[in-house]
């Protein structure tokens, strides 16, 4: 029975990034569905193998966590769409069910890391593949394919979400790029493939953090450091520069609107910036700060809050600031900032709990033996927090972090 609840877990973690839009189901939609559905037949094949739960710490936590979002929802402005979920991302109160049990189950089971690991670097060449021909298709041969402004989404409908993705798997991609094994080449053209996908997507944080994850590996795996420091610096510097025409001047456009955030021309400027509608989101935190309006309602408080004001904003204020009229129609329903959507979905003390749960992961990897997967675990981990500080989260994201949290708990990181 163990032996079939692994073999469907690593399938379903390997399928859920490559199932893309079909049939009037959108992109996170359909990957909520098959995840929720094929966990749950793993969690009876699992109960039905009479798992032996050992309750550590980070246990502890992460039941203490999935309890606050339950009270918070319930309790919440709309507990049916807490608890269900919402659209475009359906992360409700059962979505956050699954992925505790998803955790439970992969900290009980014991699969080796060296069988994630091609799961997750499998699932990344293909990925990265379908990115780049989508690429071709669209700039090379002028096929019109689905697109997000101009830039390819691969097989998640948004590119900043597979180019996180792609992110994300790169320490496994480094894990057997040290091990120098049989299928070495096979490795090294899937990162290769990877990186390139990354740019591909134009996303500015991702192309930050791959430069920072390559100077890193650069810097610390390597002999003649100091060289390959100066080298690496300059040709990422030159790829950087390249990096900025090849974006349509991304860069001069934010610097432009840097300087007229608090009078923009909203016929060039749009407002789905976050120094427009942070200081509203950190208003509605103010106004419940300990309990939070529960999961998925960041949308409706956020119209909710230019309805119940919009006498003081709009009627009576005689020096309105223009883009505040653009934030009122916008439809927001996330910060872009996971810390500030756990602040709006669970107050304080659901933050304070999942901060107490990522302290005890650090801990327990850095007080780890220092090998190879730990080493990956860790980077995998702290790559996954900076991105979640700067974009939205995808279904395949939350469901890394738990399979990471499950991973890590584990008596022992099995290499292989």
């Known amino acids: 029975m163990i032996s079939l609840v692994r073999a469907i877990l690593l399938l379903t973690v390997f399928l859920i990034p490559l199932i893309g839009a079909y049939q009037g189901f959108g992109y996170e939609q359909i990957k909520v569905a098959f995840f929720v559905l094929s966990n749950t037949l793993i969690g009876f094949l699992w109960l039905f193998s009479n798992p032996q739960i050992k309750w550590t710490n980070i246990k502890i936590a ?29 992360q409700g109160l059962i979505f956050y069910c699954q992925l505790y049990l998803f955790s439970l189950i992969v900290s009980t089971i014991n699969i080796s890391f060296k069988s994630w690991a091609i799961v997750f670097t499998a699932s990344s060449a293909i990925v990265s593949l379908l990115a780049i021909k989508d690429w071709t298709l669209l700039n090379v041969f002028n096929v019109q394919i689905p697109n997000y402004a101009g830039r390819v989404v691969s097989t998640f409908g948004q590119p900043n979400f597979y180019a996180g993705f792609l992110l994300l798997t790169l320490p496994f991609f480094h894990f057997f790029l040290k091990k120098k094994t049989s299928f070495w080449p096979w490795i090294m053209f899937g990162f290769l493939i990877t990186i390139l996908a990354i740019i591909f997507s134009y996303s500015r944080i991702s192309f930050l953090m791959l ?10 795996e390597l002999p003649f450091r100091k060289l390959i420091f100066w080298v690496s610096l300059i040709i990422l510097s030159i790829i950087f520069v390249l990096s900025i025409n090849f974006g349509a001047g991304w860069m001069e456009k934010e610097l432009l609107e840097l300087k007229t955030t608090t009078n923009p021309d909203l016929t060039t400027i749009g407002v ?8 509203i989101l950190g208003k509605l935190v103010l106004e419940r700060p300990i309990q939070g309006y529960g999961l998925e309602n960041i949308a409706s408080v956020f119209f909710g809050y ?13 020096r309105v600031q223009p883009y505040m009229f653009g934030l009122k129609d916008l439809n927001l329903d996330r910060s872009h900032n996971y810390i500030l959507d756990l602040l709006i979905f669970s107050g304080i003390l659901g933050l304070l709990v999942w901060l107490f749960l990522v302290g005890l992961l650090i801990k327990k990897l850095i007080q780890s033996p220092v090998r190879a997967e730990n080493t990956s675990l860790l980077l995998g981990l702290f790559t996954y927090l900076i991105w979640i500080q700067f974009q939205n989260q995808s279904v395949v994201h939350l469901i890394y972090f738990w399979l990471l949290l499950g991973m890590i708990d584990q008596e022992k990181t099995l290499p292989g």
Do not use: A
């Open 272 to 279: 789905e910036k976050r120094y427009y509608f942070w200081p």
């Open 62 to 90: 992460s039941s203490l966590f999935i309890l606050t979002l339950f009270l918070t929802s319930t309790l919440g402005i709309d507990p049916r769409i807490s608890i269900f979920g919402n659209s475009p991302y359906f």
């Open 211 to 220: 430069s920072l994850l390559i100077l890193f590996w650069l810097i610390w």
């Open 306 to 318: 230019f309805e119940k004001n919009k006498h003081i904003l709009f009627e009576e204020n005689l």
